[in-house]
């Protein structure tokens, strides 16, 4: 993908790339296929184990760039 808004690619692994995106955040955009409710799942996860009090990113909303 080339969109202009991604920064620097920072990681990549089997079912999503992690992005730069602007100041102190990232951007995990997973791949063409990986259905909404999967990501929907995996930041709401991520989030319920934030207001635990474990140490994790905070996942901000889901947006779609392209067909991903």
Do not use: C, S, Y
Request: glycine content about 14%; proline content about 7%.
């Amino acid at each position: 993908m080339t969109d202009q808004r991604l920064g620097e690619l920072l990681a990549q692994g089997r079912t999503a790339t992690v992005h730069a995106w602007g100041e102190g955040r990232v951007l995990k955009l997973f791949g063409p296929g990986i259905k909404p409710a999967a990501v929907e799942r995996e930041a709401a996860t991520l989030n319920a184990v934030r207001a635990a009090g474990l140490p994790v990113p905070t996942a901000g909303p889901v947006i779609q760039l392209g067909d991903r």
